[in-house]
């Protein structure tokens, strides 16, 4: 029997509809100002699709050594951040979901307590300076290489795990190093492949770390210089001033097509990670 459309469904619908339409309409719009003609854009005419097709300033984005380097060093840091990251949060989630490990419930308590209090900004900051990570690219990716909740999730799932193959482990020889590499790992691609969507997510936005810790330009991330472009609404690159022959319409086009470039990435990766980010977020949810 069909099920029959109510008028709650209808508000519903509706209300969804708006929600997915505010979500996608910006994205929409900067690719139409971005390939859209200067002519077009400066008369307002541009609102879904491009008009005067022209990609002249995704060429001036991609051809600017400023905006190059900083995408560099952003793939640097999300690729040496995410695996640090990942090793890291699921060796210390493997140990403390031990209840046989000596101190356990205290080294859980300590980790509970770091998610409602820090040192603050400026403690912070001293120590990572005084470890001499200031101006380096260890500076971007230590003082954030674990998340809390990140490794509490991973914890949940590495203790619901069958008892039954760390045994099975410990029959063949294997210590606890082997188990966790060997048997933990392999059967954690849900896991794993979530809470790294998770950290390369955040390290590719990462902008806070890189105004505290970084002074040379030459290692400022994307989102560094997206800012000061969108701010500035131009770049380093002196094509930037020649493409339609209209600076501030060019400013704002380049503003738009940085943003597409910057965000690309992620929305790249994203598809081949959901089946495993899918399971992955309801793995987290089952035990508490």
Same mark, same amino acid.
């Given at each position: ?7 709650? !469904? ?8 708006? *929600? =997915? ?34 990609? !002249?300033?995704?060429?001036? *984005?991609?051809? !600017? ?14 690729? =040496?951040?995410?695996? &640090?990251? &990942?090793?890291?949060?699921?060796? #210390? ?45 260890? #500076? ?20 619901? &795990? ?6 099975? #482990? ?75 022959? !209209? ?32 399971? #992955? ?8």
């Amino acid at each position: 029997m069909q099920k029959r459309i109510t008028g709650f !469904d209808i508000v519903l619908f509706v209300l969804l509809g708006g *929600v =997915v339409f505010a979500t996608l309409y910006p994205f929409v719009y900067m690719i139409a100002v971005s390939l859209s003609s200067d002519v077009h854009v400066l008369k307002g005419e541009v609102y879904f699709w491009p008009k005067g097709l022209n990609f !002249d300033v995704y060429r001036v *984005v991609l051809q !600017d050594p400023l905006i190059v380097r900083a995408y560099m060093n952003t793939i640097i840091y999300v690729v =040496v951040g995410t695996t &640090l990251s &990942l090793l890291i949060t699921a060796a #210390g989630a493997f140990a403390i979901s031990k209840k046989e490990m000596l101190f356990q419930r205290g080294f859980m308590i300590l980790i509970v307590i770091t998610m409602f209090f820090s040192g603050g900004m400026i403690p912070t900051f001293l120590v990572v300076k005084s470890y001499g990570l200031v101006d380096t690219i260890w #500076g971007m990716i230590l003082p954030t290489v674990v998340s809390t909740w990140n490794l509490i999730i991973m914890r949940t799932f590495f203790a619901g &795990l069958p008892k039954e193959v760390e045994e099975a #482990g410990k029959i063949d020889g294997l210590n606890d190093i082997g188990i966790f590499f060997r048997l933990a790992l392999p059967l954690s691609k849900a896991i794993l492949a979530t809470i790294g969507l998770f950290y390369a997510v955040s390290m590719w936005n990462n902008f806070f770390s890189a105004m505290l810790y970084l002074r040379d330009s030459n290692l400022f991330p994307l989102q560094v210089v997206l800012r000061s472009i969108v701010l500035q609404g131009t770049s380093n690159a002196s094509e930037a001033t020649n493409v339609g022959g !209209d600076t501030i319409l060019v400013g704002e086009s380049l503003k738009f097509a940085t943003i597409i470039v910057s965000t690309l990435p992620i929305l790249v990766v994203y598809p081949f990670l959901q089946k495993y980010f899918a399971k #992955g977020a309801m793995i987290g949810s089952i035990k508490g």
